[in-house]
Nanobody
Framework: DVQLQASGGGSVQAGGSLRLSCTVSGFTFDEYPVHWFRQAPGKEREAVAC????????KYADSVKGRFKISDEPSEKTVYLQMNNLALEDTAVYYC???????????????????WGVGTQVTVSS
């Protein structure tokens, strides 16, 4: 069974940093791209970042470029999302997901195209 578990969320002041972890089982990183999505209250789910272990592809949403960094550590079966210079608008529940439907990072966000993990809350305050 494919499983993903996100952790590392919390509360931080604007300008601070957090590192999210996504620990996976049931697949390897060269099989499925792994994404971070987020969803804020009253807003649609947003693709944040993706790493494709098959070919090294990495993608970021424009809103996080230069502030967030995604990386995978196959030996740890973990994908990290380092988030720096956090802003109020980064407040959301963050989910990691494995895109089984494609072998590249798409931003479709279609629920059925991914294996989803339980989210972790990130709250940024002023």
């Amino acid at each position: 069974d494919v499983q993903l578990q996100a952790s590392g969320g919390g509360s931080v002041q604007a300008g601070g940093s957090l590192r999210l972890s996504c620990t996976v089982s049931g697949f390897t990183f060269d099989e499925y791209p792994v994404h971070w999505f987020r969803q804020a209250p009253g807003k649609e789910r947003e693709a944040v970042a993706c790493v494709n272990g098959h070919d090294g592809e990495i993608k970021y949403a424009d809103s996080v470029k230069g502030r967030f960094k995604i990386s995978d550590e196959p030996s740890e079966k973990t994908v990290y999302l380092q988030m720096n210079n956090l802003a109020l608008e980064d407040t959301a529940v963050y989910y990691c997901a494995a895109e089984w439907a494609r072998n590249y990072c798409s931003d479709s966000g279609e629920i059925g195209d991914y294996y989803w993990g339980v989210g972790t809350q990130v709250t940024v305050s002023s």
